[in-house]
């Protein structure tokens, strides 16, 4: 059991966000304290209940923290906590999977519309003062979604979310599921995961919102991009070991398909040497597809409800880990 609000002390621990700010002003009084370090994590951690985090997390910090009961992270990734020393220790986890379901979906329609409607071109040109002129060739025009096909690799909150968005521009949507006995929602269809390589040369845009599994990385290798059509475009919003990305940089050079979107890689920060950088049908966003001004707010809500649920002497948490 976690103590009582009035006793409880939380260690809000992340680089940047303001959470522990946005859960003040709350005016919950439950005690808390920010800790943007790793060291101030190490040198504070005993002091905490309950901890609030994700990159800062170190499993040196267990020998550190003999109030600690709960941990809740703050992305819906857990595979740095040591599950099983958790449970040993009696040390509760839940992710915040969901937490960025609808800002991570929006982005991943951003990118399909800025790569089909050229926006990365127009920015360059307006940074060079130039005006393009009417264009004969039609394969260098701006493109309409309506019509199109939209494969979605992963149909679980984001590529739910997404299939919703690309129906209102009239997409037909088919999403790809382990379990596609689940339902596909708004999408048109729905298939298995072992579907991809026969539905490739049918679709003209591929979205990864799947989770990184042994199964999912690389699972966008040479085979998969060869199928792809020539005027297809891949935006990935998932993990970039999702995808063989020295395969994915091969094919854009050579014009194999017609760009892609890329808000995450294979390691972050993208390496300055990369090609992909200097490719104009390549838009890079820097991982931040969830990363909103409500982000914090949304973390906020799943820690509430959980912290509720312990109160109470419930067992099942919101997104329980352990």
Not at 282 to 289: D, E, R, S
Request: glycine content about 8%; some cysteine; overall charge negative.
């Amino acid at each position: 059991m976690i103590p009582p609000q009035d006793q409880l002390n939380i260690c809000f621990a992340h680089v940047a966000y303001q959470l522990h700010e946005r859960f003040a002003a709350l005016g919950t009084g439950i005690g808390s304290f920010a800790a943007h370090d790793a060291a101030t994590v190490a040198e504070r951690i005993g002091e905490a209940d309950v901890l609030v985090v994700s990159g800062l997390w170190q499993n040196s910090l267990l020998e550190r923290a003999p109030k600690l009961r709960f941990i809740q992270s703050i992305g819906a990734g857990t595979d740095q906590f040591p599950r099983d020393e958790l449970a040993k220790r009696g040390i509760r986890l839940a992710s915040a999977r969901g937490v960025n379901a609808a800002a991570v979906a929006e982005h991943a329609m951003a990118l399909i519309l800025a790569l089909s409607r050229r926006l990365p071109e127009a920015r360059d040109n307006q940074a060079k003062r130039i005006w393009r002129g009417m264009i004969g060739d039609l394969s260098r025009r701006e493109d309409e979604l309506g019509g199109k096909t939209l494969l979605i690799v992963g149909l679980g909150d984001i590529g739910g979310r997404l299939a919703r968005l690309a129906k209102a521009f009239d997409m037909r949507v088919i999403g790809l599921r382990r379990s596609p006995s689940a339902g596909g929602g708004a999408a048109d269809e729905v298939q298995p995961m072992s579907a991809l390589h026969s539905l490739l040369p049918q679709v003209d845009v591929v979205v990864l919102s799947c989770p990184l599994t042994a199964e999912t990385e690389k699972l966008i290798d040479t085979a998969a991009l060869a199928l792809m059509k020539p005027s297809a475009y891949l935006i990935n919003v998932s993990r970039g070991r999702v995808v063989d990305e020295a395969a994915l940089a091969e094919t854009l050079a050579a014009r194999r398909i017609a760009g892609a979107g890329i808000d995450v890689t294979v390691d972050e920060p993208l390496a300055a040497d990369s090609s992909l950088w200097a490719m104009e049908h390549v838009l890079i966003t820097p991982h931040t597809g969830g990363e909103t001004r409500k982000y914090e707010d949304n973390v906020i809500e799943i820690l509430r409800e959980n912290l509720a649920r312990l109160w109470r002497g419930e067992e099942e948490l919101r997104n329980q880990i352990v």
